[in-house]
Structures are given as structure tokens and as C-alpha cells.
């Protein structure tokens, strides 16, 4: 003989459920707990968003404001290299300007020594045809 033995079981009505878990307000429980959720879970990537926004925005700032003062620092040496060129130019054109006039005196002493020696060579040949005659 074989006994079959079956079970059955009942399935609850919604009024034999506990309260916050009846029938499709079980659904609608989840739902809006899954609604908060990626509510809040876009409201924090927009917040992400707009952290990374700001804060790429003050490094593009900062960035910009470094360049700034890397393109001034680079104006002002390229500024005083400028005026040292000047300077050192000013200074080579001095030097040029004295060296020239101390060769205009030198010649101008070498002339008056040979105009010297060539007077003197006259007046010693003068004297010489002078005594021959």
C-alpha cells in the first residue's frame, strides 16, 4: 500500500498579511523606495557633476592665473635682457667712440712728428747746400 500524503497550502489573503506588506502596496512600498533611490542617486551625481565642474573650473583659473604670471615673469627678464643689450650696446659704442679719438690723436701726433722729421730734413739739407756754396 502506498500512501500518498499531500500538503497543501494556503495561500494568504491580503487581510491575513501584516499590514506593510499587503498585497500590491508591497510593490508600491518598493517602487517608491527604488524611486528615492535613484532620485538621490542622480541628485548626488549632478552634485558630483557639479563639484568636478567647479573644481576643474578653479584649476583651468588657477592654470590660467600661473600662466599669467609665468608670461609676465617671461616679459619683464625679456624686458631686462632688452635693456642690458641696450645698455651693454651703449657702453661698445662709448668704447668704440674713445678708441677711434685716440687713433685720430695718435695719427694726428704721428703726422706732426713726420712733418717734424721732414722740416728738419729740409733745414738740415738747406744748411748742407748752403755751406757747399
Excluded at 695718435?106 to 733745414?123: G, S, T, V
Amino acid at each position: 500500500m502506498c500512501l500518498f500524503v499531500f500538503f497543501f497550502f494556503k495561500q494568504k489573503t491580503a487581510y491575513e498579511m501584516l499590514r506593510s506588506l499587503v498585497g500590491s502596496e508591497m510593490c508600491i512600498r518598493d517602487r517608491v523606495r527604488n524611486a528615492h533611490q535613484i532620485r538621490a542617486t542622480k541628485e548626488i551625481a549632478q552634485v558630483d557633476y557639479l563639484l568636478n565642474h567647479l573644481q576643474r573650473r578653479d584649476n583651468e583659473a588657477f592654470n590660467k592665473d600661473k600662466v599669467e604670471e609665468i608670461l609676465r615673469k617671461k616679459k619683464i627678464k625679456e624686458d631686462q635682457d632688452a635693456e642690458e643689450r641696450k645698455r651693454k650696446e651703449v657702453i661698445a659704442l662709448q668704447a668704440y667712440e674713445e678708441r677711434h679719438k685716440q687713433l685720430q690723436r695718435m695719427m694726428a701726433d704721428h703726422k706732426k712728428r713726420l712733418d717734424e722729421n721732414a722740416k728738419a730734413k729740409r733745414e738740415k739739407e738747406a744748411k748742407l747746400a748752403a755751406d757747399i756754396k
